[in-house]
Nanobody
Framework: QVELVESGGGLVQTGGSLSLTCTAPRRTLSYLTLAWFRQPPGQEREFLAALAWSAGRTAYADSVKGRFTISRDIARNTMSLQMNSLKPEDTAVYYC????????????WGQGTQVTVSL
């Protein structure tokens, strides 16, 4: 089991920025791909971005490309999601997820953090 812990959610106005952080155990990072998902109220969970820790490669959903940036801090064992130009439709619970490199499904999930974008 890999414990993922998110932090950084909160309330922000339209057009504002917010950064989310996901912390994972150092010993697990070399074999993980980490990702961010979100689940708006009443909707299904949506993939946002992913980062292969060892290789540093990233991937984004078209819906957030250019506004959201995923990155890693190797010294701190953290992955971040910088979110800019936020819109009310970005309101959701945001989840950090992880899977072993080569696997198709994300099997490790954080508890989620609420992001609310006000008008």
């Amino acid at each position: 089991q890999v414990e993922l812990v998110e932090s950084g959610g909160g309330l922000v106005q339209t057009g504002g920025s917010l950064s989310l952080t996901c912390t994972a155990p150092r010993r697990t990072l070399s074999y993980l791909t980490l990702a961010w998902f979100r689940q708006p109220p009443g909707q299904e969970r949506e993939f946002l971005a992913a980062l292969a820790w060892s290789a540093g490669r990233t991937a984004y959903a078209d819906s957030v490309k250019g506004r959201f940036t995923i990155s890693r801090d190797i010294a701190r064992n953290t992955m971040s999601l910088q979110m800019n130009s936020l819109k009310p439709e970005d309101t959701a619970v945001y989840y950090c997820a992880g899977k072993r490199v080569g696997e198709s499904s994300y099997t490790y999930w954080g508890q989620g953090t609420q992001v609310t974008v006000s008008l």
